[in-house]
């Protein structure tokens, strides 16, 4: 199909106003291109690029367009392609096919041993040069397996040196296929980084869990999440930089240094693609442009910026495109990133002028997809490389605008006649390689497509020296790096958006606790989910009602400061979130970290404080965001006391109280618990209560069995399967000099079944000291929740009634219908009378989280409440339907009392339906859950309700 579109107008009309010629030779030497005003001269510049055929899609309604190229899908195969060198930037210049020989010819039909052999069909991408302009990095998958039971190739990485004229891969062949490697770049110390599945860190960690190691899939989990590596060629050795559980894409270093990169922030409700940077080390991760500019293609549409690389100081040059696109291409784009952070915000501490995404394309070029009536009349760039030879020109691939007369069979340009046509859409790109004079204004063909051509020639680079970029040398924490942890200074949480809430300024430690609700932060993590081969668990049953969360763990709580700060250690080399969460372990509105970050073992992460969900301005980028709002000491009418209770030195000048508390009595350090002591004032009555919820409240560690809610009565009921969420060890004990020992191995992992079931089986009776005279316990009460949340609920007098509140919270429950209507011949239209109920799940888990049926005892027979209506049924014409004695045979609609779910997966604070019946002052509940209780199940909501959440324990797909 893609051969039958190759005859085409190879120079559009439309390129006239370009200046074209036939031929350039960016060389200045003799060519076609000769009878032109000449260039600057450049000598000997050689250029690499990709000859390949652009795939077609098969499917019927895609009219024969191309197969989309999806920027969140990197380990896409489309086989087909060549690499060439050009030994010269110059139309008649000598080529070599780099890779055409690497792999042996394949049987044209692998089912027919007597079919032609035809060259082996590759993929090529992600071409680099090296600094001096001698080697050549690029990104190859070998050709695909025939035989699909067998393991296919992945992506690896390559060097060619054009001292030795060999194209070698840089992995061993065992070690390069332990997962896709693409984008690779060179370091100014002599590694690469690039772009992989194989999440070296994040399998280890995983084996330090007890879990098979595995590559995690990204958050649509629908691939294995790419994530940022360092390949020293040195010693072999590779390391992970980054842990997203989405992608981290098309690394590419800046002159200062960093690594910019494009990141996929794809948590719950989020869905962006944007430049980040980074240290080379993986440390000092920020946000660096775009997070908020991702519809500003035409009219609002969304574009992405592709193939990123550094033209000025901060300047990036970028192939401006659809995240999908079918036309391999879109606009090229300078985009300012030192004076602007977005489109719509720039720098506050270097503000730009006018727009700072600039459109280089000497004709505007529309990016619109999947609309055949939009042309691009400039064509499309699949790549655009500076030639770093101080003449302000790029070596673009470049494609002119095309389109597909499809009644015709025929292929024209986008002039106004041929576009007058009737059945035409934009046609199969045709990109060819050009020499773009931004200067100048000019654009001259350097290789264009020729209508005997079957290929494109696309991703072209120029292998010339590039400036040296900076070697940066991070000054890492050795002691904290043993430990394998960083360590996280928020210097206040009220500073939002660099103004101090009004409510607490200018010192939160004096204004009044209630409008200071936040007590610690909790660290998230997020786990890795398995593909199927590594672990066919069912995921509609793991993720729960919410779904969309996945699976968390929790690593720990820490206490935040009466003024607002935290300094505190936090595990190394994960993806990790925090929330802000108040006494009772609820996280507090609009208190979610809205994005996975990662420390490295020894690092210190300053943060100024939080960010408005929603804002606009610079968050997670120092040079951009706004000075802290928050004084520091000295702290008025508070101070610090030790062990002994005397006071310590104090603090210095600026400080918060939490930089404070590291001085002088060391980093705070995450507790399993959460747990609070105020040691910051010697006036014992302005102490504040302490703060202890702590798993070892619930059952004491080591036991695997729920113990009485109170000891009144002297034989318990049988004993009720628990364990603590956590392998590490719980204390209730607040003071922050007694807490057990926390390790960056500390998970807390919430499962359902086996953690929040149990408690609604505790047993929860009060007993009179004085026995019954038959020596057994006489039972005064009995609030275990089973036993009136269930078929066994009685009244005072011991006469059975429906489940109170008509919810379940046992394990199983009845099948509950609406019973028959009295008229044997009417048909029954129930609205509302769904059960919700599912074998899959315990039936308290979806009676708490989904609406429920309201119930109702009648005659003894358990059944919905409902209303009746009656009317005549008709056909599908409107006539009456007649019974066999000729009455108008009646439907009869019943419609149900629906009750609201009492919790919010996702959401402890605003499940108040299940909350403040224990916290308030209702007089059957308050008091019954204890308050470490309550903490669990907050804590099990505010993950996402999840049915589990370690996939090693959800059951298998069958």
Not at 248 to 267: C, E, H, K, S, Y
Not at 602 to 619: K, N, R, T, V
Not at 696 to 702: F, R, V, Y
Request: hydrophobic share 35%; charged share 20%; net charge negative.
């Amino acid at each position: 199909m893609f051969h039958s579109l190759r005859k085409l107008a190879f120079i559009s009309p439309v390129t006239l106003t370009l200046a074209l010629a036939s031929g350039c030779d960016v060389s200045n030497g003799t060519g076609p291109g000769k009878e032109q005003q000449p260039d600057p001269v450049v000598v000997d510049i050689p250029i690499a690029f990709i000859a390949r055929v652009i795939p077609i899609d098969d499917d019927p309604d895609a009219l024969g367009m191309a197969v989309s190229q999806n920027i969140l899908d990197p380990a896409a195969f489309n086989p087909g392609a060549r690499l060439i060198l050009k030994d010269r930037a110059k139309y008649s210049a000598t080529e070599t096919d780099i890779t055409s020989g690497l792999f042996p010819d394949r049987l044209e039909d692998p089912d027919d041993e007597d079919s032609n052999l035809v060259p082996a069909q590759i993929d090529i991408k992600d071409l680099e040069s090296s600094p001096d302009g001698e080697k050549l990095l690029f990104s190859l998958r070998a050709p695909a397996d025939p035989n699909d039971d067998n393991p296919q190739p992945t992506w690896n990485l390559w060097e060619y040196s054009l001292e030795t004229g060999v194209a070698a891969p840089l992995l061993d062949s065992v070690i390069a296929e332990q997962g896709e490697d693409v984008s690779p770049h060179y370091l100014p110390d002599g590694r690469i980084v690039f772009s992989s599945t194989r999440q070296k860190r994040t399998k280890a960690i995983l084996l330090d869990e007890g879990k098979a190691q595995y590559s995690g899939l990204d958050e649509s989990a629908e691939a294995h999440a790419f994530n940022l590596h360092v390949f020293d060629p040195r010693n072999d050795d590779i390391e992970q930089l980054t842990f997203n559980p989405s992608h981290d894409v098309q690394p590419t270093l800046l002159a200062n240094g960093r690594i910019a990169f494009l990141r996929w922030d794809n948590m719950p409700d989020h869905n962006q693609v944007s430049f980040y940077s980074i240290k080379p080390d993986g440390s000092d991760i920020q946000k660096l442009y775009g997070y908020n500019s991702q519809t500003t293609g035409p009219n609002g549409s969304e574009a992405t910026f592709w193939n990123a690389r550094e033209i000025n100081d901060g300047e990036l040059l970028i192939n401006f495109r659809n995240r999908a696109s079918r036309h391999w291409g879109g606009d090229i784009v300078a985009i300012n990133t030192n004076g602007f952070t977005d489109l719509n915000q720039s720098n506050p501490q270097n503000p730009g002028s006018g727009s700072p995404q600039k459109p280089l394309s000497l004709i505007p070029i529309n990016i619109t997809e999947n609309n055949p009536d939009v042309y691009s009349i400039g064509g499309f760039y699949n790549s655009a490389y500076p030639l770093n030879d101080g003449t302000n020109r790029l070596l673009v691939s470049w494609s002119p605008c095309l389109i597909n007369a499809l009644s015709e069979g025929k292929t024209y340009s986008c002039t106004d006649a041929f576009l007058a046509k009737a059945n035409i859409q934009p046609a199969t790109p045709s990109f060819g390689l050009w020499v773009l004079n931004l200067d100048l204004g000019t654009q001259q063909p350097l290789k264009p497509v020729t209508p005997e051509d079957n290929e494109v020639y696309t991703e072209a680079i120029a292998l010339s020296i590039q400036p040296r970029a900076d070697n940066i040398i991070s000054n890492l924490d050795s002691n904290l790096a043993e430990e394998g942890v960083g360590l996280v200074h928020i210097r206040n949480i009220y500073d939002i958006d660099g103004n101090m809430s009004l409510n607490v300024a200018p010192m939160p430690h004096l204004a009044n606790r209630s409008e200071r609700p936040e007590r610690f932060i909790r660290i998230v993590k997020a786990v890795p989910i398995p593909d199927e081969d590594a672990l066919d668990f069912n995921r509609n049953i793991a993720f729960g009602e919410n779904g969309e969360n996945f699976m968390r763990d929790i690593l720990g709580y820490v206490p935040i400061e009466p003024d607002g700060s935290a300094k505190f250690k936090i595990p190394a080399n994960m993806a990790i979130a925090l929330n802000l969460v108040d006494a009772n372990g609820k996280r507090l509105p609009d208190a979610l970290h809205e994005n996975w970050f990662n420390v490295q073992p020894g690092e210190h992460f300053e943060c100024i404080g939080c960010h408005q969900s929603g804002s606009l301005q610079p968050h997670s980028r120092r040079d951009a965001q706004e000075s802290s709002a928050y004084l520091g000491a000295p702290f008025i009418g508070i101070e610090l006391i030790d062990q002994n209770g005397t006071p310590v030195p104090a603090p210095q000048t600026g400080q918060t109280m939490a930089e404070h508390f590291a001085d002088e009595l060391g980093v705070r350090t995450p507790a399993i618990d959460m747990l609070y002591r105020d040691i910051w004032t010697q006036n014992s009555s302005n102490l504040e209560a302490d703060i202890s919820l702590a798993y070892a409240s619930i059952a004491p560690n080591g036991t695997d069995t729920l113990p009485p809610a109170n000891d009144s009565c002297s034989t318990p009921l049988e004993g009720v399967s628990w364990e603590q969420p956590t392998t590490c060890l719980s204390s209730a004990n607040p003071s922050p000099f007694a807490q057990p020992t926390w390790s960056s191995g500390c998970r807390i992992t919430i499962n359902y079944e086996q953690h929040i079931q149990p408690l609604w089986q505790r047993d929860r009776r009060t007993c009179d000291p004085q026995p019954n005279p038959d020596g057994s316990d006489n039972v005064l009460s009995d609030n275990t929740c089973i036993n009136c949340h269930s078929n066994d609920n009685q009244s005072a007098d011991g006469m059975p009634l429906a489940p109170a509140a008509s919810l379940y919270l046992t394990q199983t429950m009845p099948v509950i219908n609406v019973p028959n209507d009295p008229d044997p011949n009417a048909v029954s239209q129930n609205n509302g009378c769904d059960q919700n109920r599912s074998d899959d799940f315990y039936a308290s888990y979806r009676q708490l989280l989904v609406s429920r049926l309201s119930l109702e005892l009648v005659d003894g027979e358990l059944r919905p409440v409902y209303t009746s209506a009656y009317q005549d049924d008709t056909n599908e014409d409107g006539e009456p339907i007649l019974n066999s004695d000729g009455s108008v045979r009646q439907r009869v609609v019943r419609t149900c009392t629906q009750l609201d779910a009492p919790a919010n997966a996702g959401n402890a604070f605003n499940s108040v339906g299940f909350f403040s019946i224990f916290e308030g002052n209702d007089p059957i509940h308050t008091g019954i859950l204890s308050p470490s209780e309550r903490r669990l199940i907050a804590e099990w909501l505010d993950l996402g309700g999840q049915y589990y959440n370690d996939p090693f324990v959800a059951p298998l797909n069958d």
